[in-house]
């Protein structure tokens, strides 16, 4: 009889023990929760680039496609992929509505930079790279027609300036172009 008694109470506890737990998740369920609420991430877009060589449009293969998101003035870190043997290199975790900084870097190649602004969920980008060339130096004669405009090859002597009479370390005036609109003399633009 003892047993049967010690059964019987052992099953209401246990019973109430299961009723007072399930009041207690109840009641925790309607109160707020307490710490950060969760916010959404923005929708982000799947960017394809492929990279070329200019001269041939082979694919090439093991560049480093390093992508900078850029949100207003503010760089938000970079994350850099290398391109398969088809030249592609695939991300898909830019917002919407950034700018996106790609450079492109490989060995034997110039490297390519630009920014894009990321306005579609999905955009394909085909960079062509361009074998390097001569490097630029100030000190070597480069031809200037691809640059200026003509030249009538005379040297227009530097104009002065208001403050020619006054004394300083600094060169005075500045060089112009020659005049270049239709009718125009060359000799009215020089300083009498």
Known sequence: MFSRSLIRVSVIVAGLGLAASMFAMGASQDRPRRGRKYKAPPPTSRIEITVVRYDDGKPVENAAVVFHAI??????????LKTNEDGKAVIDVLPIGDVMRLQVISKDFQTFGQDYKVEKPQMAVEVKLMRPGEQYSIYKNHDKTANAAPDSGSKQPAQPSKDA???SD????????????????ESSSQPK
């Open 165 to 167: 009479g006054k004394s």
């Open 170 to 185: 600094k060169p005075s005036g500045e060089a112009k172009q020659p005049d270049t609109k239709a009718g125009a003399d």
């Open 71 to 80: 949100q207003g003035e503010k760089d938000k870190g970079y994350m850099e």
